[in-house]
């Protein structure tokens, strides 16, 4: 299997309780303060009709506050260190990344290695931890659950016609595009839908195509989590695409914390 899912915090956790308080009484007020955003944007924050945050944080746990050194600590418990060794192996394992969301992200279907990966490829795993419970209201995170070797045999001819060195970041958002194009037509198997509860974890493979599952309510219900990105302690961290390939995002740039 690529997922694994498991109840890993209590739902009294202080560092997520701290998290939630953040998120209430500061994060949302916060409106004239630019953060990093998904794809590399630098924004202020984007509220939704609800008053949620509509625009998730990368990598918050760089903050040297005490909500981001509660994150970090999250990122890094030992519990996530034994989990990441017990179904994907490796000793030390390393948190590369991270994006906090509060209202539901939206994501539409893509495997992580186009955007992130280990190099050598393959061994970056990602993890969603819930800071609340997910329902129908609020949504949670979709799989679908095909094998590395399905989503290598898709993705070979494009893999194939890759530039030995990417000139601008254009170029890597058009080929991201015949990735996400290929994978969108290949996926029809079922979904495995998934809500969390507050403190429970799932973590997938590089390959494994994921989507954000969509929830009734998500404009007003806050999906509150972070999707945390790691990788074996001893490989570089980079895309499935190539050398260069992350020499344009500002993902690539942040140190990273080994895990436990
Ligand atoms: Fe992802």
């Known amino acids: 299997m690529n997922w ?29 303060k630019i953060y990093l955003r998904q794809g590399d944007k630098y924004e202020k924050n984007i509220l939704t009709e609800g008053e949620l945050i509509e625009n ?28 990441l060794t017990k179904y994907y ?20 279907l893509h495997t992580d290695n186009i955007f992130l990966d280990s190099n050598p490829s393959g061994n970056l795993i990602g993890l969603l931890i819930s800071f609340n419970d997910m329902s129908i209201n609020t949504g949670g995170i979709c799989f679908y659950d ?44 079922k979904s495995i839908d998934l809500l969390l509860e507050k403190g429970e974890i799932v973590s997938w493979s590089s390959f494994l195509p994921h989507k954000s599952l969509k929830g009734k309510n998500e404009r007003y219900d806050t999906r509150f989590s972070v999707a945390a990105h790691y990788i074996p302690s001893e490989m570089s961290f980079g895309t499935s695409l190539g050398k260069n390939s992350a020499n344009y995002a500002d993902r690539f740039q942040s140190n990273h914390f080994i895990v436990g």
């Open 146 to 189: 095909y094998t590395r070797e399905e989503i290598e045999e898709l993705y070979s001819s494009i893999y194939k016609e890759l530039p030995e060195k990417f000139q601008s970041p254009e170029e890597i958002y058009s080929i991201r595009g015949k990735f996400l194009e290929a994978l969108e037509k290949f996926c029809k198997k």
């Open 4 to 32: 694994h899912r498991e109840k890993l915090f209590n739902k009294d956790d202080q560092r997520i309780n701290l998290l939630l308080l953040n998120l209430a009484q500061y994060l949302r007020k916060d409106l004239n």
């Open 56 to 83: 998730g944080f990368m990598s918050y746990h760089l903050n040297n506050n005490d909500a981001g050194h509660a994150l970090r600590s999250i990122c890094t418990d030992i519990k996530i260190g034994q989990h």
């Open 89 to 108: 192996g490796f000793n030390k394992w390393k948190l590369v990344q991270s994006m906090m969301f509060d209202s539901n992200p939206s994501t539409s």
